[in-house]
């Protein structure tokens, strides 16, 4: 994602969350050295995008959204996997999100592609109110895992 990309995704941030990010937030989060936002461009257009904070080996998407006329053409997992190959290259042991407990299409995405229920967050959401599931993903074997444990 560069700077050419934002107008756009604060148009689809509005449509598509009740406390979409600004213009002014999206362009702070490309300076940020642990962000690493995605655009999915189709037809020489902003399609959709993805954004991921990644601290101390740990990544946390924290935006996907896609464009209604370009959803259903793999535009989102292709961005989440694209993600995902980036956070393991840069050392990240997992990937975890949050979803509305209603969005069951997402859920449904992120659960077809490895993404498990590890928790839920009461009340996450707002306008409406409402549950947010955790999903997550590893990428890589803990210490743990590794040593059997």
Known sequence: ?????????????????????????????????????????????????????????????????VFPEYRRQGIAQALLEAAEAGAGERGCAFLTLEVRASNKAAAALYSKIGYTVTGERKN???NPAENALLMTKQLRKSEEQNAGI
């Not at 600004?22 to 189709?42: D, G, I, K, Y």
């Open 1 to 65: 994602m560069n700077s050419s990309h934002i107008p756009a995704l604060a148009e689809l941030e509005k449509m598509c969350f009740s406390a979409p990010w600004s213009e002014s937030s999206l362009r702070e989060e490309l300076a940020n050295p642990l962000s690493h936002f995605l655009a999915a461009v189709a037809e020489e257009k902003t399609a959709g995008y993805l954004g991921v904070q990644e601290v101390a080996g740990e990544g946390y998407i924290t935006n996907i959204a």
């Open 124 to 126: 996450f959401y707002s």
